[in-house]
C-alpha cells in the first residue's frame, strides 16, 4: 500500500492549478503563433516584439509592472468574492468611484504630509469602492437579487457618473477633457524606478495579496468565509453567521478594486481622468480565473497578462504586425484555463507518445 | 450450469491502495449472483473493470469463453453487458419510449423510427410484464418505476449479463419486493444477473449464490443463501463477529437535561411540528420513531436554533436557551444532522478542518485576535482521526476522499468530542456500512454512559429499537406514542407510525 502517495492532496491540488495555467499559456503561445503565422506574419518577430520589451530593459520591465498593477488589484477582488461562489463583475465601476474619491481626497484635502495624505486617499477609495459592492451585497444577501446584474448596471451608473463630475462641477478651469484638478504633491505615490509609472502601489497590491491570503489560510474569518463557499447550509449548521460573511467579503472585494483606482489616480495620472480605465475591471476575471482564484497566485497571472498587454505598445511601434493578436493569445490562455480537461488530454497525447518511445527504446535495450 | 463470464486474478491499485487484490470471479447463465461487501470492499471496482468503465492493473476477463478487453462500456454493451447505475441516468422530460431509445434509436436516413421504437418498447415490457405506461413522461414517475425504465434501457439492448449497482438503496420496501419479481422474472428469461449490495437481508431473499469481497480479496465466492444466516454472513462481510441487535439499557439515568415544551411549527400554512413537549434525561437515549416527512426535520431545526419557531420553550439544566445555532452549540447542544455531505461537512475542505466546524471559535483553535492555531488543530485532528477509527491517510486528505461511513465518523468525533450535554443525532448510520454502524452505535452507547441526554431521530426502526431507552413515534407533527422499547411489536409500531392511533388505543 503507497498510501504516503496522497500524503498531500492540499498541496497537489494547489501543483495542479499551477501546471494547468502553465500549460494553458504554453498552449495559447503556441496556437497564437500558428494563427500569427497563417495570416503570413512571422511569430518569431511577433513574439520577440511583445517579450523584448518587458525583458530587455529595467524601463520596459517596469512599464510591464505598471500595467500590471491595477489588474492586481481588480484580480484579487474577483478572486476574493469567488470565494463566497459571489461574482464581483463591478470591479470597473468600483474602481471609478475609488478613482474619484482618491482623486478628491488628492487635489482638496491639502497641508498634509505624504504619509498621512497617501494613506488617507488609499482608504477613502477602499471605503468607496467598500460601500458600492456592499450595498450591492446587502441586495443580494437579503432579497436575492443578483450581484451579477446589479453590479454590471452599477457599473455604467458609476462611471456616467464620475464623468459627469469630470466634465461638470470638478473640471478645472480651461481644461478640454473631462477630468478634475490635478493632485497635490503630497498625494502621489513614490516612484520605484525614476521616469516610469512603477511606484509603490505595486508594493501596496503585493501586500494586499498576501494579507488576503493570511486572512485566507489563517483565520477565522478565512475559515468561515471558505465554509460558507463551499456549502453555505453546513455553515448554517454550525452557528456561521452566512449573511455577515457574504456581505463582508463582498464589500472587501469591492474595497480592493477601489483602491485600484486610487493607485492609478495616485501614481499614473495625478488626477481623475474620464474613461482611464482600458477594461481593468473585467480583465480582472480572467486572470483571477488563471491564478485558479488564489489571491497571491494573482500577482504572477496579472504579470503574465501585463507582459502582453505592454508587449502592444512595441507591437504597434516597431512592426506592422496587428496588435489584435495580443488580444487573441489572451482570448486563447482564458479558454484553457476554463477547461482543464482539456489540458489534461493534450498532455495525455504528449505522454502516450513519449511513453511508446520510451518503450521502444527499452526493448531495444534488452535486445542487445 | 454454463459459465458466462470468468475473471482470473483481477488486481487493480489505484494511487495509494490496493482496491482489488487478485480477485476471482464467475457468473454462470440465469443465476443471480450477489456481490456482497462493504463500503471499499472493491465490489464497484470489478463491476466497473467488466462493464470497461475502467482497465485491471493485471488479470483477465473472458466473457462465453473468450477473452475480452472492453475499453469502454459502449464496447460492453454491444457485447450485452449491462449496467443499471445507482444514480438513474434518465431525461426527466422525455417518455419512456424516448429514454429508452435514446442513444441507440432506430431509424434511417437520420430520422428516428418513432412506429417502430414504441412497438419494440411495447413488446418488451409486455414480454416481461413490467406494467408501465410507455409514453409517460419520466418526471412524472415514481423512483421505483424509474428505475424499471432504466432495466428496460439494459433489456431494449439486448443484455445478457445485467450489473445492478446498490440497487435498493433508493426504493421502499414496496418498490423492493416489486423489484425482486422482475429479477426473478429476468432470470426465469435466462439473463444472468449480479446485484452489488451491503444489504444482508435482501441477499438472502434474492440471490442463488453470494460471493463475498473483503479490504479488495475475495473471501467466498460459493456461499448459499439459503444455509446461512444474517449474522454469518455479516461476519464474513466484516471479517469479525459483529451484533447490531443487542441492546444495552442506560444504568444511570438522571435528572431532565433537555426540557422541550409547546414546540409548534408552521411552515406553509401548515403545523408541520404541533405543540410537542418531551423531555430527555441525563444519561438517556430518546429514540424518535416516524416516517420520514411526519415533522421530524422540522423538529431538529427547532433544537438546534437553525429555525424560528412560533412556540417554545427550551431548557439545557434549567437553563433557557434561544437565539440562533451558534448559541445552541455554545450552550452544549451538539447535532448529528440528517444528511452529512450537505449539511455537517464541507467536502472540499480537510478532515481537520471539518473536525473544528461549529467549535473554530473556541479557544483550542484560535487566539483573541482571530488567528487560527494552526499546530493545535493539526494535533486534535489527529487526535480526533485516531480515537474515532477515521480511515484516510492523514488529516489533510479532503472529506471528499472518505467513505461514506468514514465521513460520517469525522460528524460524529466533533460533535462527541466537544463533551455536549444534550446532542440531536439525525440517521447516524444512514448509508454506512456495518463495521462504522455498529462502531457508531458503541460511540453513541459510550457518550450515553458519561451522562449526555441523547435524541435519536431516524427511519431505521432496527436502530432504534435497539438503542432507545424510550421511545416515541411521531405521525404528522405530533407524539402518537411513548412507549418502553420491547412493548410495541413492529406491526403496532408501524400502524402508529401511519396514523393507525386510535386503532390500537381501541383494543
Redesign the interface.
Request: hydrophobic share 35%; no cysteine.
Given at each position: 500500500?503507497?498510501?504516503?502517495?496522497?500524503?498531500?492532496?492540499?498541496y497537489s491540488n494547489m501543483r495542479s492549478s499551477v501546471v494547468n495555467s502553465f500549460f494553458a499559456l504554453v498552449f495559447s503561445l503556441v496556437l497564437g503563433a500558428v494563427f500569427i503565422w497563417v495570416t503570413g506574419y512571422s511569430p518569431f518577430e511577433t513574439y520577440k516584439a511583445i517579450f523584448g520589451l518587458s525583458f530587455s530593459t529595467i524601463k520596459g520591465f517596469a512599464l510591464t509592472l505598471s500595467q500590471a498593477t491595477p489588474l492586481m488589484f481588480t484580480g484579487i477582488a474577483f478572486a476574493l468574492a469567488y470565494k463566497v461562489k459571489m461574482i464581483n463583475t463591478g470591479a470597473e465601476g468600483q474602481l471609478y468611484a475609488g478613482a474619484m474619491a482618491a482623486a478628491l481626497v488628492g487635489a482638496y484635502v491639502t497641508n498634509l504630509p505624504g504619509i498621512v495624505h497617501i494613506p488617507l486617499a488609499l482608504l477613502v477609495a477602499f471605503i468607496a469602492g467598500g460601500i458600492i459592492a456592499g450595498l450591492v451585497a446587502i441586495a443580494r444577501v437579503y432579497t436575492g437579487a443578483s450581484e451579477i446584474i446589479l453590479t454590471l448596471m452599477l457599473n455604467n451608473v458609476i462611471i456616467l457618473f464620475t464623468s459627469y463630475l469630470a466634465n461638470g462641477p470638478l473640471k478645472p478651469e480651461g481644461s478640454g477633457v473631462g477630468q478634475t484638478e490635478r493632485i497635490a504633491d503630497s498625494a502621489r505615490l513614490m516612484r520605484l524606478v525614476p521616469q516610469t509609472q512603477l511606484t509603490i502601489a505595486l508594493l501596496i497590491v503585493i501586500a494586499v495579496a498576501i494579507i488576503i491570503q493570511f486572512m485566507l489560510d489563517?483565520?477565522?474569518?478565512g475559515?468561515?468565509l471558505?465554509?460558507t463557499g463551499?456549502?453555505r447550509?453546513?455553515a448554517?449548521?454550525?452557528?456561521?453567521?452566512v449573511s455577515k460573511i457574504s456581505i463582508l467579503t463582498f464589500a472587501l472585494s469591492g474595497a480592493i478594486a477601489g483602491m485600484g483606482g486610487a493607485a492609478m489616480v495616485l501614481g499614473v495620472n495625478y488626477r481623475f481622468i474620464e474613461g482611464f480605465s482600458s477594461g481593468y475591471g473585467f480583465a480582472g476575471i480572467s486572470i483571477a480565473a488563471l491564478a485558479a482564484y488564489s489571491p497571491f497566485g494573482v500577482i504572477p497571472a496579472a504579470f503574465l497578462i501585463g507582459i502582453l498587454r505592454a508587449g502592444t505598445i512595441t507591437l504597434s511601434r516597431t512592426t506592422s504586425i496587428p496588435i489584435e493578436f495580443v488580444d487573441v493569445i489572451q482570448v486563447l490562455v482564458i479558454i484553457f484555463v476554463a477547461a482543464p480537461t482539456m489540458i489534461r488530454q493534450i498532455l495525455n497525447i504528449f505522454k502516450r507518445i513519449t511513453g511508446k518511445k520510451k518503450k521502444n527504446e527499452i526493448a531495444g535495450g534488452e535486445v542487445q | 450450469m454454463v459459465e458466462i463470464v470468468r475473471m482470473e486474478k483481477i488486481t487493480k491499485i489505484y494511487p495509494g491502495t490496493v482496491a482489488l487484490d487478485k480477485v476471482d470471479f464467475f457468473l454462470n447463465e440465469g443465476e443471480i449472483l450477489s456481490l456482497l461487501g462493504e463500503n471499499g470492499a472493491g465490489k464497484s471496482t470489478l463491476m466497473k473493470i467488466l462493464y470497461g468503465l475502467t482497465d485491471p492493473t493485471s488479470g483477465d476477463v473472458y466473457y462465453h469463453g473468450e477473452k475480452i478487453n472492453f475499453r469502454r462500456p459502449v464496447d460492453a454493451i454491444e457485447k450485452g453487458i449491462c449496467m443499471v447505475h445507482q444514480h438513474f441516468m434518465l431525461v426527466p422530460a422525455f417518455t419512456v419510449t424516448e429514454n429508452i431509445i435514446a442513444g441507440s434509436e432506430p431509424g434511417k436516413n437520420g430520422f428516428v423510427d418513432m412506429r417502430r421504437a414504441r412497438k419494440e418498447v411495447r413488446d418488451l415490457i409486455s414480454q416481461f410484464k413490467f406494467n408501465i405506461d410507455p409514453d409517460t413522461k419520466v418526471e412524472n414517475l415514481s423512483v421505483g418505476e424509474q428505475q424499471r425504465v432504466e432495466i428496460l434501457k439494459v433489456l431494449y439492448r439486448k443484455a445478457d449479463v445485467i450489473i445492478l449497482d446498490e440497487p435498493t438503496a433508493v426504493l421502499t420496501p414496496q418498490e423492493v419486493d416489486d423489484l425482486f419479481v422482475i429479477l426473478r422474472r429476468l432470470r426465469a428469461e435466462g439473463k444472468s444477473i449480479t446485484i452489488i449490495t451491503h444489504k444482508l437481508k435482501e441477499t438472502i431473499a434474492l440471490a442463488d449464490r453470494v460471493m463475498i469481497l473483503r479490504d479488495g480479496k475475495l473471501i467466498r465466492d460459493d456461499v448459499d443463501p439459503s444455509k446461512v444466516s444474517t449474522n454469518q454472513l455479516s461476519e464474513m462481510m466484516v471479517g469479525r463477529e459483529v451484533d447490531l441487535q443487542e441492546r444495552r439499557p442506560a444504568k444511570n439515568i438522571g435528572d431532565v437535561s433537555l426540557h422541550v415544551e409547546g414546540l409548534t411549527v408552521e411552515e406553509d400554512g401548515k403545523k408541520k411540528v404541533n405543540n410537542v413537549s418531551l423531555d430527555v434525561k441525563a444519561g438517556e437515549i430518546l429514540g424518535i420513531a416516524g416516517v420520514e416527512g411526519n415533522g421530524q426535520t422540522q423538529l431538529i431545526e427547532a433544537l438546534t436554533g437553525l429555525r424560528r419557531v412560533d412556540s417554545m420553550e427550551l431548557l439545557l439544566n434549567g437553563e433557557k436557551i434561544t437565539g440562533a445555532s451558534d448559541g445552541f452549540l455554545r450552550a452544549g447542544i451538539a447535532h448529528v444532522p440528517e444528511d452529512r455531505l450537505s449539511m455537517g461537512l464541507v467536502k472540499e475542505m480537510s478532515i481537520k478542518e471539518n473536525m473544528i466546524l461549529g467549535y473554530h471559535r473556541e479557544d483550542d483553535c484560535c487566539d483573541r485576535r482571530g488567528v487560527l492555531k494552526r499546530k493545535e488543530i493539526n494535533d486534535k485532528g489527529n487526535r480526533l482521526k485516531d480515537q474515532f477509527l477515521v480511515k484516510a491517510p492523514n488529516v489533510d486528505a479532503k472529506i471528499d476522499e472518505l467513505s461514506g461511513g468514514n465521513q460520517q465518523k469525522v460528524v460524529i468525533a466533533r460533535a462527541f468530542s466537544h463533551n455536549p450535554k444534550a446532542i440531536i443525532i439525525a440517521h447516524p448510520t444512514r448509508g454506512v456500512d456495518i463495521g462504522a454502524m455498529e462502531y457508531i452505535h458503541q460511540q453513541m452507547i459510550e457518550l450515553r454512559d458519561k451522562g449526555a441526554a441523547i435524541l435519536l431521530i431516524s427511519a431505521d426502526l432496527d436502530e432504534v429499537k435497539t438503542l432507545s431507552d424510550r421511545l416515541l413515534i411521531m405521525f404528522e407533527g405530533e407524539i402518537v406514542s411513548e412507549t418502553m422499547p420491547g412493548e410495541l411489536t413492529d406491526i403496532e409500531m408501524g400502524l402508529l407510525m401511519t396514523g393507525g392511533h386510535s386503532m390500537i388505543e381501541g383494543e
Open positions: 500500500m503507497r498510501l504516503d502517495n496522497l500524503k498531500s492532496s492540499k489563517r483565520t477565522v474569518f475559515y468561515e471558505k465554509v463551499n456549502n447550509r453546513a448554517e449548521v454550525a452557528g456561521i453567521n | -
